[in-house]
Each structure stands twice: as structure tokens, then as C-alpha cells.
């Protein structure tokens, strides 16, 4: 890995208490993995480090990987890309090919961008959709769609072990269920993970954790749960009691998380504290950055 590269990231992240009599007589310390680097912040370096190395260890030059229009893992493949010598893919889920700041950005970094039909991007891991894209680019390295492989959990490992104070339990946004899979790996006995899923009807989920724990450790774990509850219409929508959290978490604090991902863990972490989830407990929070999963 590139030493200037590594020199730029902020790490270990703080580990900053929050006060705030949204979460009762729980005590919430936050974990800025936001503030690692602007261009792959929080969850994006620790799923992709190991995978980038990996991929520099066979020879790859190109990193090619999925993701929707406003994909921030898309933006952060093709950030990291730039940086450390490799040429970038990105394969657009939809046939519309939009136009927003992200896939500039991405596109000015040097990423080649790569539309799907949705019928086939569901189809995206079937060997003849992954045989056309290299027919169409080459040998590339094959990143998945949030970076969720078991080579995530060595980076998700280096999370947990920067937590310096004393905690019950980590909540965590979910996307793809990787960064809640490798959290849970990684606890210390006797602490628990929970995971506030920002997909609407996503059950599939904790199938899927547990099928990663399976390739990575050889066994389930049953120290972590996903809450369905909170996705506030689904992934990238918002209600009325998400803005209104939002509104009043920014007001006493300066700042707002991000709507898609940890806006809906706060949330959710604050709904339960409400009903005695966690009463006298701490609970590190993961601010992931405008992007989680």
C-alpha cells in the first residue's frame, strides 16, 4: 500500500460522547470514521484495504466493482483507483446513464463508467454477466457492490480495536451487511452488535451476515441482530420522523448525519433507547461517513 497514501488517513478515528437526552440514560460515544479522508471515508477504507492490497498482490491493474447512480462506493473505488495506480470500472445499476456530481467526480478520477439494465444487474455475481464484463474490460479485479467479501473483516477488525473505552454494545447502519458481519466478528465476549437496516423489506440481510460468518469464521455468531424498523420508506428516502430527528440532532450538535445511512441508525438507536433498550448501558456508534453499509 502506498505510504503517503496511508500517511493522509486520520487513524485511529476519535471516539467522541455524545450528550444529547435523545438517547436517555444510555451514554453514546460516536465513532467518527467519517473523518478518515474525505474521499474514502469511514466504512469504504475498512471494507476495501485489505481488497485493494489483495488486488495489488495479483498482479490486477483494474479495479472494477457495482453500484447504483449516487453509489458513494462507487466514487470511493474510483478515488482510491486514481491514488494508488489502478484503472476503475464502475457498473451502473440502470439504463438511464445519469448525470449527477458523484459519477463526474468519479469519471474525472479516471473511472470508466459501465451502464446495466436493473434485470441484468440483478444478475450481476452469474458467471455470464462477470464473462461479458471481462470479455468487455479485460482481467480486472472483481470488487462486489459495497465491498462486502470476507476480506472486509480484517479492516472491520482495526474498528473495533480502536474503541479505547469501556462499551455494552456497537450500533451500526446496514447496507450490504458486510460492516455489521465483520463489527460482530470482531467483539470482545459479552458485547453485541445491532444493525439498523436502511432498506425497506430487506430480510434477506441477516440470512446473508450469517452466511458470511459462516465463510469467514466456519460458524454463526448470535451476538448481533438487524432492526428492519427504520428504514424510513426505503434506501435514499426519508419521512417525517427521520427530518425531524435530523433536524433536532443538528440543531444541539452543529451538525447532521447523513439521511441514507447514519441518520437511520441514530434514529433508530434513539427510538430504542426511548423504550429502555439500553438503559445505563454505553453504545459506540458508527458514523460512517455519507456512505455505510
Known amino acids: 500500500m502506498d505510504r503517503v497514501w496511508e500517511a493522509e488517513l486520520r487513524l485511529p478515528t476519535p471516539l467522541v460522547e455524545l450528550r444529547d437526552p435523545l438517547f436517555g440514560t444510555c451514554r453514546v460515544l460516536l465513532k467518527r470514521d ?13 471494507k476495501l484495504k485489505y481488497l485493494v492490497r489483495d488486488a ?57 463508467l459501465h451502464y446495466l439494465d436493473r434485470a441484468t444487474y440483478r444478475r450481476k455475481s452469474d458467471p ?15 470488487v462486489p457492490e459495497g465491498g462486502t467479501t470476507p476480506l472486509a473483516f480484517p479492516g472491520l477488525a482495526e474498528l473495533v480495536n480502536e474503541f479505547d473505552r469501556p462499551y455494552d454494545a456497537v450500533v451500526c447502519a446496514v447496507g450490504t451487511g ?21 432498506l425497506r423489506g430487506a430480510w434477506s440481510l441477516d440470512a446473508e451476515v450469517a452466511a458470511l460468518h ?10 448481533w441482530t438487524i432492526d428492519h424498523r427504520f428504514h424510513c420508506g426505503g434506501f435514499a428516502r426519508r419521512d417525517a420522523r427521520l427530518d425531524t430527528f435530523l433536524a433536532r440532532f443538528g440543531d ?9 445511512y ?8 434513539s427510538v430504542l433507547t426511548g423504550a429502555g433498550e439500553f438503559d445505563g448501558e454505553t453504545v459506540v456508534a458508527i458514523v460512517s461517513g455519507p456512505g455505510a453499509g
Open 34 to 46: 467519517d473523518l478518515i479522508h474525505p474521499d474514502v471515508p469511514g466504512n469504504k477504507w475498512r
Open 56 to 112: 495489488r498482490d495479483r498482479g490486477a491493474d483494474t479495479l472494477l466493482t457495482f453500484g447504483g447512480a449516487r453509489s458513494n462506493h462507487v466514487r470511493a473505488v474510483a478515488a482510491l483507483g486514481e491514488r494508488l495506480g489502478f484503472r476503475t470500472v464502475g457498473v451502473i445499476r440502470g439504463e438511464e446513464r445519469p448525470t449527477n456530481p458523484g459519477l463526474r467526480r468519479a469519471q474525472e478520477r479516471g473511472m470508466t
Open 128 to 142: 455470464d454477466v462477470l464473462a461479458a464484463l471481462h470479455d468487455r474490460f479485460g482481467g480486472a479485479y472483481v
Open 178 to 198: 458486510g460492516t455489521l458481519a465483520g463489527i460482530a466478528a470482531a467483539l470482545p465476549a459479552g458485547r453485541r452488535a445491532i444493525g439498523i437496516s436502511v
Open 214 to 223: 459462516r465463510s469467514v469464521l466456519g460458524h454463526p455468531l448470535d451476538n
Open 252 to 260: 444541539r450538535h452543529g451538525w447532521a448525519p447523513d439521511p441514507v
Open 262 to 269: 447514519v441518520g437511520k441508525a441514530l434514529l433508530g438507536l
